[in-house]
């Protein structure tokens, strides 16, 4: 289901939940926790409200549903937690190269067409601005519902990354997504776990 448009919303509303919505470097210090494709924040905001010591950042790029990431911020005060409004190509317009620890990619678009597969973001040239900002032992954890997505993301990821954990039945924990809730039932969860190559 798409994200109802809200009305009146624009970049000014946006800033006003403390939302950034044009390049500008964060000063982030310590450890730092990247989601691309944030949608409405469900995991990462309750991961950020559990583990204070960690900078939080939710990256996304559609307005309306940003919106809600920066709500449930603001509502909870969720104070290590910086909300983006960006496209996933920009990321470095604010996060310093070899900065981030960890990156999260969870349900995004499958691009399941030949044609699109260069738009998905476990493909090469996404991964290739992924290793850019992780520092030389970064991690990234990828996960979805689609199998064949998965399949493929593992021979795109196992180019630059040594995977170390493969889960083809993936048991949701406390950290999930909007989307995760509703596709528990309904068949298997695909996660994986990789680092950056040392070379």
């Known amino acids: 289901m798409r994200q109802k448009k809200i009305k009146g919303l624009d970049k000014t509303k946006m800033q006003e939940l403390e939302a950034i919505t044009s390049p500008l470097k964060l000063k982030l210090e310590g450890i730092i926790h990247l989601e691309v494709g944030s949608g409405k924040g469900q995991f990462i905001s309750s991961l950020a409200n559990d583990n204070k010591d960690i900078n939080y950042v ?83 954890q990828f996960r979805t519902d689609h199998e064949s997505f998965f399949n493929d993301s593992i021979t795109y990821i196992s180019k630059y990354f040594d995977i170390f954990q493969i889960d083809f039945d993936y048991q949701s924990d406390k950290y999930y997504t909007e989307y995760e809730i509703k596709r528990i039932e309904k068949g298997n969860l695909y996660q994986l776990k990789a680092r950056v190559k040392n070379v």
Request: aromatic content about 10%; charged content about 30%.
């Open 58 to 140: 939710a990256l996304e790029r559609n307005m309306d549903v940003c919106y809600r990431i920066s709500q449930k911020k603001q509502e909870n005060q969720i104070k290590n937690l910086t909300v983006i409004l960006d496209d996933s190509s920009n990321i470095l317009e604010y996060l310093e190269p070899n900065s981030v620890d960890l990156i999260y990619l969870n349900f995004s678009d499958p691009w399941p067409k030949d044609r699109h597969h260069k738009r998905r973001l476990t493909y090469y040239s996404f991964l290739e601005l992924y290793l850019k900002l992780l520092k030389k032992d970064g991690v990234i």
